[in-house]
Structure formats: C-alpha cells, structure tokens
C-alpha cells in the first residue's frame, strides 16, 4: 500500500485544517493511524481508525476533543480534521496503515495503533504560527 499525505502548510493558532491521507488500495482490512513528529521530539501516536473497532476511534489525550480521524473507504482515503491548533501542534504529520490482526496483535484491541503499521505515508509538515 502506497500512502500519500497532504493538506499540510501554515495555520494560525485557532485553526482547523483539514489532512488527508490517499492510499494506492482499498483500506478495508487495515487499521489507519495518524501521528506526528514535533521538532526534536519523537514521533507520537495521535488517533487510529478501524470499521472492525467497537468504537471505531482512538484517540491519544493530547488531541481528544480537538482532533477527528475518519475514512472515505470510496476514495481510499483517510482524513484528520484538525482543530483550535496551538503551537505545539508543529510538527510533521504522518499517515500509516497495518492489516488489522496484526494491529490488534500488537496494541491490543482498541488500544491505539503504534505497535502494527506496516506501511507509512511521507508526512506533511503543519507549521502553527501567527
């Protein structure tokens, strides 16, 4: 799977953007992930989604509330919708995706999606400044 992220750029504090994620195939059997690397700082998961989750969303304490992970499965595409962003929110913004047995395997059901990814988009970077 060939996973192909945009929509980032510069955003005033308060901002809502919107990233999306264009995969090269169907993301039915796979767990969709979201996460960010803040400059000098590790990557960090931000949010997964999966059809086959009871809850469908997950979301790390950092973004819930402000962040929503969804998937277009007609256009292959995955979304993060971004809101009242803060400078810390700087960073570069990846999409990953792993087959869902191997996701559940690795991070437990519902649990988040670190453990699992499989394959992972080139990042876009989202620069919150005024």
């Known amino acids: 799977v060939q996973l192909q992220a945009s929509g980032g750029g510069l955003v005033q504090p308060g901002g809502s953007p919107r990233l999306s994620c264009a995969a090269s195939?169907?993301?039915?059997?796979?767990?969709i992930g979201w996460f960010r690397q803040a400059p000098g700082k590790e990557r960090e998961e931000l949010a997964c989604f999966s059809e086959r989750f009871v809850d469908k969303e997950f979301y790390t304490d950092s973004v819930k509330g402000r962040f929503a992970i969804s998937e277009d499965s007609a256009k292959n595409t995955a979304y993060l919708e971004m809101n009242n962003l803060k400078p810390d929110d700087t960073g570069v913004y990846y999409c990953a995706v792993g087959l869902f047995p191997r996701v559940v395997a690795l991070s437990g059901y519902g649990r988040g999606c670190w453990n699992g990814m499989e394959y992972w988009g080139q990042g876009t970077l989202v620069t919150v400044s005024s």
């Open positions: 195939s169907s993301l039915v059997n796979y767990v």
